[in-house]
């Protein structure tokens, strides 16, 4: 292993887990690996025997009929929701279903909900300065000062998220999509090493769906990413590789075109 570094200690549950402290153990190629997932909610199979998994920098979509699963599957690696069997493992060495969601979010894993959650009353500047991944032993404010390594990584993402022109504005006067890249821009701002987007485009206009993709195209390679949307024009412009999920499991993998191509996923989902 590399320069990685792991704690162990006791989390509530009572059980020992081993929380990453220092970079992923991502030997293998591999950020997350997702295996024969199972999950009921009152008798009802949610995800049923799901496998899954996303390489380091891979920008995937996922995409399927309503109550496919891709939600609850995004709940699973989250901690939110606790499969019933299976394992998720975050890089070759992080069992997920051991952690919190807080763990989780801690160990690198940032999602996007559909619903942004800004500081409408502080400007774009101070959300992602409120956001910015900090020493949890020095308790940061909007007082602190902050170094130049720190003004310069926000900058950086203000130009990402083409808010770059917007820093001092209030963030609650946004439009939708800028709010929504806001968002993601918050989530940046923790240095996450996967990020997970649920219907990151609904709501946007065409304009704001054309550079989302743009922003999703640049980040891939840097981040690992897995973006579910039913926007198939949006997908089109993202997509390399594609799963397709149907009754909780992967109905089909691969290539936008084979996917798109595919009878069993024309029947259940894009031909409808
Ligand atoms: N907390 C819950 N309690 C009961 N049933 C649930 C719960 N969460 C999800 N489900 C059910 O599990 C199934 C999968 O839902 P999920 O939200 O994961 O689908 P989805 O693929 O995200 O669909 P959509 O495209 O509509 O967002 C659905 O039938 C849903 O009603
Ligand atoms: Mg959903």
């Known amino acids: 292993m590399s320069a990685s570094t792991t704690a162990t200690r006791e989390n509530e ?18 950020v997350l690996y997702l295996e024969d997932i199972s999950v009921s909610f009152d008798g009802f199979r949610a995800l049923n025997k799901l496998s899954l998994s996303i390489d380091i920098g891979e920008l995937r979509c996922v995409i399927g009929p309503n109550g496919a699963g891709k939600t609850t599957m995004m709940d699973v690696i989250t901690g939110k929701t606790r499969p019933d069997t299976g394992s998720v493992f ?15 979010a801690h160990a690198g894993i940032g999602r996007k909900f559909q619903k942004p959650t800004i500081f409408e009353q502080h400007s774009v500047f ?39 022109d917007s820093a001092d ?4 006067f946004l439009s939708h999509g800028q709010k929504q890249w806001l968002e993601i821009g918050m989530l940046l701002m923790q240095e996450p090493k996967l990020l997970l987007l649920d219907e990151p485009v609904a709501g946007m206009s065409d304009e704001e ?16 990413l897995v973006v579910v949307e039913h926007d198939m024009a949006f ?5 390399r590789k594609v799963t397709v999920l149907h009754e909780g499991s992967v109905l089909a993998e691969g290539p936008m075109e084979q996917v798109q191509n595919d009878p069993k996923v024309i029947e259940v989902y894009l031909g409808r």
């Open 13 to 30: 549950g009572g059980r020992f887990s081993h929380v990453a402290t220092g970079d992923l153990d991502v030997s293998h190629g591999v």
């Open 90 to 104: 975050f890089g070759q060495t992080i069992d997920l279903t051991r952690l919190s969601e807080a763990e989780i």
């Open 126 to 164: 101070e959300n992602l300065e409120l956001s910015m991944k900090a020493d949890k032993r020095v308790r940061t404010t909007l007082l602190s000062k902050l170094s130049s390594a720190q003004k310069d990584s926000i900058a950086e993402t203000l130009k990402l998220i083409r808010l770059g």
């Open 169 to 172: 504005q209030i963030a609650g």
């Open 209 to 224: 769906t054309e550079r989302t993709a743009e922003l999703f195209v640049s980040l891939a390679g840097k981040h690992s």
């Open 235 to 239: 997908i089109e412009k993202i997509a």
